[in-house]
């Protein structure tokens, strides 16, 4: 069974800095298309970032510059990372990794940028 554990949220002042990890495991994830999603408080989830098997990368407008995915992949398993630099109050909410193309979710993990 595939799963999903995101670690690495908290609490952050703006200008501040925070890496996210997802690990997945309990499946083949050579070709997989990995995703961070995030969800502000009355917000709808939204599409962070993505990236695919051989690294390519792409992101929302909103982060670009300021985020940068990556993945570290391992027989049977994948860690996807999420380094998140410069962040303001607007990046606040739950950051969620997805495993593209499926219905498989990490539990979330909250980040909140105040002062």
């Known amino acids: 069974q595939v799963q999903l554990v995101e670690s690495g949220g908290g609490l952050v002042r703006p200008g501040g800095s925070l890496r996210l990890s997802c690990a997945a495991s309990g499946g083949s994830f050579s070709l997989a298309v990995m995703a961070w999603y995030r969800q502000a408080p009355g917000k709808l989830r939204e599409l962070v970032t993505v990236?695919?098997?051989?690294?390519?990368?792409?992101?929302v407008d909103s982060v670009k510059g300021r985020f940068t995915i990556s993945r570290d992949n391992a027989q049977n398993t994948v860690t996807v990372y999420l380094q998140m630099n410069s962040l303001t109050p607007e990046d606040t909410g739950v950051y969620y990794c997805?495993?593209?193309?499926?219905?498989?979710w990490g539990q979330g993990t909250q980040v909140t940028v105040s002062s």
């Open positions: 990236i695919g098997e051989d690294g390519w990368t792409n992101y």
């Open positions: 997805h495993l593209e193309g499926t219905q498989i």
